[in-house]
């Protein structure tokens, strides 16, 4: 979801929802030796990262205003990120290892968000608020940007397929796909609700997205194909639901729940529907990105 719309459904929750079924158990298999970066806060956030069981946690960006949106690069050394730090929302990139901050995208005159590489780690996708919200593709270093996609509408939520050739988005309240050499999208999601947080799965089959009904947060976790056929609900007793990533052997799905007073998160295994709660704090944990084995 934009970051803005991201930070408000958060920070308004204010009722308790009901838990779903949650299991202990080993460490999945393909997850082993990577981490999770995630939001905790609200308007003065911050970065922390994580083992996917909640344990080693420690801060990676100290809070400040507007943090959101981490994105890990495909080699696990560091995590774009955006802040309002002095101004507009720019994009930021943080060394892991030593937390070291440089600029990655100038925030311009309107502000840029939702940061994305490619799975090759070449280029970056992501948003510039401008009459609406446009998708630009720069390089990783940030140079040499360039429109993907622009309709005077809001697009934003960028996420890549694995061999990079195109890019699922939110067009406005839907899911849509664009070609990165054509520039032509199509739209994938129905019409007759709302859809946030796409992301497509690391083995390129499948797009995990959070659908609502129209003018409602009851956000459910549901996957369908690239082509937008085989919708499908996970979990359907979940109707809680903020945003989501794909774990990287694409086996479990990392969500968001709004659990008052705050919101946390949670895995889901798709193979059996297991799900485990990850944090159990009294601060907000949301937006994670599930990073590579490093």
Not at 111 to 125: E, K, M, Q, V
Not at 143 to 158: A, H, K, M, Y
Request: zero cysteines; hydrophobic letters at 40%; glycine letters at 10%.
């Amino acid at each position: 979801m934009a970051g803005a719309v991201r930070l408000l459904v958060v920070a308004t929750i204010a009722t308790a929802v009901a838990a779903a079924p949650v299991r202990a158990g080993p460490e999945a298999v393909g997850t082993r030796g990577s981490w999770l970066a995630l939001v905790q806060g609200g308007d003065e956030s911050r970065i922390v990262l994580m083992r996917p069981d909640g344990s080693r946690r420690r801060v990676l960006v100290p809070a400040e205003f507007g943090v959101q949106s981490p994105a890990w690069r495909p080699d696990a050394r560091a995590i774009a990120f955006v802040s309002s730090r002095r101004g507009n929302p720019g994009i930021f990139l943080a060394d892991v290892d030593d937390g070291r901050v440089e600029r990655l995208v100038a925030r311009g005159t309107t502000g840029r968000g939702d940061p994305a590489f490619s799975g090759d780690g070449r280029f970056i996708a992501y948003t510039r608020s401008f009459r609406g919200s446009d998708i630009l593709v720069a390089r990783a270093d940030g140079s040499s940007p360039r429109v993907l996609f622009r309709d005077g509408r809001e697009n934003t939520e960028p996420t890549w397929a694995p061999d990079g050739t195109r890019i699922a988005f939110v067009r406005n309240t839907r899911v849509a796909v664009v070609s990165v050499r054509s520039r032509r999208a199509r739209l994938l999601s129905p019409g007759d609700e709302w859809a946030r947080s796409p992301a497509w799965a690391p083995n390129g089959r499948s797009i995990a997205f959070v659908r609502t009904p129209v003018n409602s947060d009851r956000g459910r976790l549901a996957v369908m194909r690239p082509d937008g056929r085989g919708l499908r609900n996970l979990a359907p007793h979940l109707q809680d639901v903020v945003d989501l990533a794909w774990s990287p052997d694409s086996r479990w799905l990392v969500f968001t729940r709004r659990v008052s007073p705050d919101s946390e998160l949670f895995r889901l295994r798709l193979s059996d529907g297991v799900v485990r709660k990850v944090t159990r704090n009294s601060i907000s944990d949301y937006d994670a990105a599930w990073g590579p084995p490093r």
